[in-house]
């Protein structure tokens, strides 16, 4: 602490006891349940959504386990169809979506320099949603879970065909998370347009924040679409509508459009937030800039934009006109383009830098490896003629999951080893970080490599069993082991955070010497985040203050410690 | 001597397999095969060549001690060359694509040892619209596929009655002549299918209320297994088809075979109507 001099350093970092809780903060599962605390608020996010990844995971290996062996009995296909479904269906709506919005609930406010998001209370209420949402789905299993896959195809899902109340309690699930999703993307927008800190211009805004930006654009215009799509079906499963139905002039390709006009860019929802943790991850463990922010700025605009012309990609195989096959081809080849720049600009980032392999490094590396390898197999997807061949098979599980794995999954683990020191004020075991990164990454290559393979040789996907034909029981025992590797993976990191609350070093304020405004506060922030708001000078306002204190206390008297660093943080790099 | 060649290329084709899609059955099927080896190829570079750029990235740039990191912000050169490189690169792609289009889509005549055809109006193909392709010479073995849970069936050309009432069908078990070139008509009586044999081409859903079309020509006798690829409830993983190529004589006489059992079904019918009606008095059904 500086307090011996005349002159103290400006601004003034001061690390009390490093408590767990500022004093004066609400206490009790009471002050929980009625928070409006943006902190608060992503935690519960948090922990809600990994507990759903947990069960959608536990579904995705009892499916392995069914496909381990041909002609296995593990499961009925009734029990199957159901698992993959509540699987998917989980791991979109109740997993990967809200874990970015809890991420981002949590720290687009610190990044950009604000006390709160812009609604508070309507930020509290999406939280709810997205909570009752997922117990409303969950509560099917104990009468008849959905059986349609998370696409839900008609005349499939209408009452004729799925006569119980699972496709119902999926209607749900999709209004109210959807619903939460929409309120939370009104919030987010309003907060970093309106409340970002004095001198955060857009060519400033973090890029974490830019991509949490285009993903609340892109839910308020996708949304929408399937809201309605759903509501259409309830109205054709309970009301006697006939929107799908050819016999009464409906059409059941209507439901194609319609789910997949929202199901491509929600992909893009929820890759390009994992894209931005990985835009701000790099630069600090490589110790230089982003490389090319104002491209990677641009990509993910353009991403989003070309996000919305490409969904019949996912209909090659319908009776749809051969002027949409061409051009949706093109503009899913067109899609590649900036994306491409991304993962180019992030290897620039390293390149010429110092590297440091920490866990967070680890996990975003890996990511990029990972992501490429299903970016690469999307254009096979893409070229509709081999996509005739390979479509609604095991190339296509292998594509998706390589890309969201990559895409999402990995950067969700890179920002919870991250910003666990943030949220806690502990550090999470960088030992035990490694060998979860390593077991995930091994997992992932191991489940779904093999699954390409599987696919060419003619096994489609969302079947229960399959002959002992050519290599198939190989392949699918390989890619069963594999699932188990990754889940281990998982558990480990489990682990790491249960044991961290308790025993990881305290972190303080900035132990990755990092470059945006959520390092500045103490670990955890008060309340109030921010006691002072800096003047933001560039796109990264902490290497800015960190060189203003420097340049303060060396022409003051300098005083004993005080560095910008404060006693007890751990310091990492030069 | 040259067996260690045909053993190399052997292990060659057999190494390729497994990173290629089936076929074997039928051009179209061939066709896409070697326009997914193309990209396959073009694919494993920029794979090889990006992957090779994160691992140096990492290894050689690794935190060291004495060592700084170059504080650069971006070169606008490098980064607009990239984008454009990877333009070309996907143009390249769909021009390629383009040109096998054709091949892929567009169905060839039947060869000169393959099944006699009947063209358009002498009760052959009934229609052409703008979705379905015929061959150069408008002559094809037109097979209807109807997908519904959870068997495939397929109705053949040849009703004896107006109307399509009669033709001979089957299910499960595809009968086609070789050298033929067969236009499947795909449709469904319930919820979507689709319908897929990998040897013999790409999948078409079987959509309720539509029509999907696609083409095969079979040089090789033998039998060719599928399986419908879309989830169409608790059965979809038994819904199998199968594709038996046989030369066109024995087609014609399994063709004729099925139109007797149904004549003969007929006329049974007709003698049990007439017992039927001789029985219960005024209250007869006309059609059953």
């Known amino acids: 602490m500086a307090t011996a001099a005349a002159q103290q350093p400006v601004p003034q970092i001061v690390a009390h006891r490093a408590d767990q809780r500022s004093t004066g903060e609400a206490r009790g599962w009471t002050s929980w349940a009625t928070t409006t605390d943006h902190k608060r608020i992503g935690i519960m996010y948090m922990v809600t959504t990994f507990v759903f990844f947990c069960l959608g995971g536990v579904e995705a290996l009892m499916l392995r386990l069914q496909l381990g062996a041909p002609n296995n009995t593990l499961v009925t296909p009734q029990v199957y169809n159901q698992l993959f479904t509540m699987h998917g269906t989980t791991m979109v709506f109740l997993f990967v979506v809200p874990m970015m919005a809890g991420l981002a609930n949590y720290f687009v406010p610190l990044m950009i320099g604000a006390r709160d998001m812009a609604f508070p209370r309507l930020n509290a209420l999406s939280y709810w949603l997205l909570l009752a949402g997922g117990i409303v789905f969950y509560s099917s299993i104990f009468w008849n879970p959905p059986e349609a896959g998370w696409v839900s195809f008609v005349p499939l899902a209408n009452s004729v065909y799925s006569p119980g109340g699972g496709e119902d309690a999926w209607i749900y699930l999709i209004h109210l998370t959807g619903l939460s999703s929409l309120l939370g993307a009104v919030n987010f927008y309003a907060t970093i347009a309106n409340m970002r800190a004095r001198g955060m211009s857009w060519a400033r805004l973090p890029l974490f924040v830019w991509t949490i930006l285009t993903y609340s654009v892109l839910l308020i215009f996708a949304l929408p679409v399937i809201a309605a799509a759903v509501t259409m079906l309830l109205a054709e499963r309970h009301f006697g509508a006939h929107f799908f139905d050819p016999a009464t002039g409906g059409s059941p390709l209507l439901w194609q459009h319609l789910f997949w006009f929202f199901g491509h860019p929600e992909v893009y929802i929820m890759v390009l937030p994992g894209f931005g943790v990985i835009s701000e991850i790099l630069p600090v463990f490589a110790r230089k800039p982003i490389f090319g922010y104002k491209a990677i700025a641009a990509s993910t605009v353009a991403i989003a934009f070309l996000g919305f012309l490409t969904w019949a990609h996912h209909m090659f195989t319908a009776p749809i006109p051969e002027a949409l096959l061409v051009f949706v081809m093109l503009s899913s080849y067109f899609i590649a383009v900036p994306t491409g720049v991304k993962i180019l600009n992030w290897i620039a980032t390293l390149w010429r830098g110092t590297v440091e392999y920490r866990t967070p490094l680890l996990f975003c590396a890996g990511a990029i490896a990972i992501f490429l390898i299903g970016g690469i197999s999307g254009i096979f997807l893409a070229t509709f003629p081999i996509d005739w061949q390979v479509n609604e098979t095991y190339f296509v599980v292998a594509h998706l999951h390589f890309v969201l794995l990559g895409g999402a999954l990995m950067p969700i683990f890179a920002a919870i080893y991250y910003w666990f020191p943030k949220i806690t004020g502990r550090m999470m075991s960088d030992g035990l970080g490694r060998v979860s990164f390593a077991l995930i990454f091994l997992g992932i290559l191991t489940t779904f490599l093999i699954q390409h393979v599987i696919g060419l040789d003619g096994m489609p996907r969302r079947v229960y069993e399959y002959p002992d034909v050519g290599n198939l029981a190989l392949y699918n025992l390989i890619s069963t082991i594999g699932s188990f590797i990754l889940a281990l993976g998982v558990l480990v990191t489990i682990v790491n955070a249960a044991r961290s609350l308790r025993v990881g070093a305290i972190a303080g304020p900035d132990p990755w010497k990092a470059n945006t405004l959520e390092w500045l506060p103490s670990s955890p922030p008060p309340v109030n985040n921010f006691d002072v708001v800096p003047l933001v000078r560039s796109a990264e306002p902490m290497k800015d203050i960190r060189r203003e204190v420097q340049r303060r206390s060396s022409a003051a008297v300098p005083a004993p410690g005080s560095a910008t660093v404060p006693a007890g943080a751990t310091q990492v790099g030069v | ?288």
Not at chain 2, 111 to 136: F, I, K, Q, T
Request: positive net charge; glycine residues 10%.
């Open chain 2, 1 to 288: 001597m040259n067996r260690i060649p045909r053993a190399l290329g052997h292990a060659l084709s057999t190494t390729l397999a497994f990173f290629t899609p089936e076929s074997g059955g039928s051009p179209n099927a061939d066709n896409i095969d070697s326009l997914y080896k193309i990209v396959l190829a073009i694919a494993l570079v920029i794979f090889f060549a990006v992957i090779g750029g994160l691992a140096y990235a990492l290894i050689r740039f690794r935190a060291r001690k004495g060592a700084t990191a170059a504080q650069i912000h971006g070169n606008t050169r490098l980064e607009l060359g990239w984008t454009v490189g990877a333009a070309v690169i996907l143009v390249g792609l769909a021009i390629l694509t383009f040109v096998k289009l054709g091949s892929i889509q567009n169905p060839p005549n039947s060869s000169a040892g393959g099944a006699s055809l009947l063209g358009e109006g002498e009760g052959g193909v009934l229609y052409a619209s703008a979705d379905r392709r015929l061959p150069p010479n408008g002559r094809s073995l037109n097979i209807q596929v109807v997908g519904r849970q959870y068997i495939w069936q397929f109705v053949y050309p040849g009703a004896s009655e107006p109307d399509g009432l009669g033709a001979p069908y089957s299910y499960e078990e595809m009968v086609v002549p070789t050298n033929t070139t067969v236009t499947l008509d795909i449709v469904s009586s319930d919820v979507v299918h689709s319908w897929w044999v990998p040897q013999l081409g790409g999948k078409f859903q079987a959509v309720p209320g539509y029509h999907n079309y696609t083409w095969f020509k079979i040089e090789k006798p033998g039998v060719y297994a599928g399986q419908c690829a879309l989830l169409c409830g608790r059965g979809h993983a038994r819904m199998i088809a199968t594709v038996r190529a046989v030369p066109p004589a024995q087609f014609e006489a399994w063709l004729a075979h099925q139109k007797q059992l149904i004549a003969q079904a007929n006329a049974a019918a007709k003698v049990a109507r007439a017992k039927l009606g001789s029985q219960v008095g005024a209250r007869q059904v006309e059609n059953p």
